[in-house]
């Protein structure tokens, strides 16, 4: 079964970090481009970063842009979710997810789920103090 595994969720103070991965279980992690997504309760799932195949190109919603950095290693299999300056608002069940297909194309749909397949149990980031 192909399936992305999330990890590194937690319970973190207003301004805090954490680090999120993503990790590939069935098939091999470079075939696909990546996203990070989140709901919160009571809301849909809404997309925040994107990621190319090679990690030479990324996307990110404005809500996040200039504190979460998304990055790769097809070394290891990895996707990785870097969040600094968490906001409370920012609490969330947190999901990666895969999508074929060019960066014109991933980056268009980055932050549409619908789009997205392989999608994992998520991790919960819960900001609060």
């Known amino acids: 079964q192909l399936q992305f595994v999330e990890s590194g969720g937690g319970l973190v103070q207003p301004g805090g970090s954490l680090r999120l991965s993503c990790a590939a279980s069935?098939?091999?992690?470079?075939?696909?481009?990546v996203g990070w997504f989140r709901q919160a309760p009571g809301k849909e799932r809404e997309g925040i970063a994107c990621?190319?195949?090679?990690?030479?190109?990324?996307n990110y919603v404005d809500a996040v842009k200039g504190r979460f950095t998304i990055t790769r290693d097809n070394a290891e299999n990895t996707i990785v979710l870097q969040m600094t300056n968490l906001h409370p608002e920012d609490t969330g069940v947190y999901y990666c997810?895969?999508?074929?297909?060019?960066?014109?194309?991933?980056?268009?749909?980055?932050?549409?789920?619908?789009?997205?397949?392989?999608w994992g149990q998520g991790t919960q980031v819960t900001v609060s103090s």
């Open positions: 069935g098939f091999t992690l470079d075939y696909y481009a």
């Open positions: 997810a895969g999508i074929s297909g060019g960066w014109s194309l991933v980056e268009a749909r980055c932050a549409d789920p619908k789009f997205f397949g392989a």
């Open positions: 990621i190319d195949r090679s990690g030479d190109n990324t």
